[in-house]
């Protein structure tokens, strides 16, 4: 990261804060659960060649943020409409290895999007991720367990939630960015009015 900051004429301290290394600290943190670690290498963050956008976002600055890195982030929370994964034209996976920024290998200028709007209900976990990545006292959600715990446990309960539920419906695509984002916010949903939603759940 140094070397980076050097490169960029940026403060090392800034780059930091476009990683997650605040919210989930070092990945090779031995004080911290490591299985819980190890799952959230794996599940937590997209890879480079297959991550997501919004292109209302992207209208209005193009560049990528920090919370589409997230898997569980799958609804723009400020535009409420569905992640982009795969290019409209080619439909091959968005690949943040190809330059210039905002546009698919095959030259589709991905702010041309049409955005799937949802309304913002369906919003709800990503607005709490957002909270829980950026505080911000004036926000107000829904009372849910899962706001009061640390960020990686928030997302390491999502995640797996999401996957079970998944596991349960044996026909949903996991590489949808409709089906993440329908049992990531169920999964999220569960831990709303505690105890009851949960317990619907659990039945």
Not at 33 to 42: A, E, Q, R, V
Not at 69 to 93: A, G, R, W
Not at 129 to 147: A, G, H
Request: charged fraction near 25%; aromatic fraction near 14%.
């Amino acid at each position: 990261m140094k070397k980076l900051a050097n490169l960029t004429l940026n403060q090392e301290s800034d780059l930091w804060k476009h990683t997650y290394y605040e919210q989930f600290g070092d990945f090779e943190d031995h004080h911290f659960n490591k299985p819980i670690i190890n799952y959230l290498k794996k599940n937590a963050l997209n890879k480079r060649y297959n991550t997501k956008f919004c292109p209302d976002c992207l209208k209005e600055n193009v560049y990528f943020r920090k919370l589409w890195e997230l898997t569980i982030y799958n609804v723009c929370h400020t535009h409420n409409c569905l992640m982009i994964s795969k290019c409209p034209k080619c439909k091959k996976n968005v690949d943040l290895r190809i330059s210039p920024i905002g546009e698919c290998k095959c030259g589709f200028d991905f702010k041309l999007s049409n955005p799937t709007y949802v309304s913002e209900e369906f919003s709800e976990l990503e607005r709490a991720i957002n909270s829980k990545v950026y505080p911000d006292k004036n926000v107000i959600l829904m009372d849910n367990q899962l706001l009061k715990i640390d960020f990686r446990l928030f997302v390491y309960i999502i995640v797996d939630f999401a996957k079970l539920l998944m596991k349960v419906h044996k026909g949903a695509n996991s590489d949808s960015v409709t089906s993440k984002y329908q049992y990531s916010s169920f999964a999220y949903k569960a831990f709303t009015d505690w105890p009851k939603q949960f317990s619907h759940f659990i039945e």
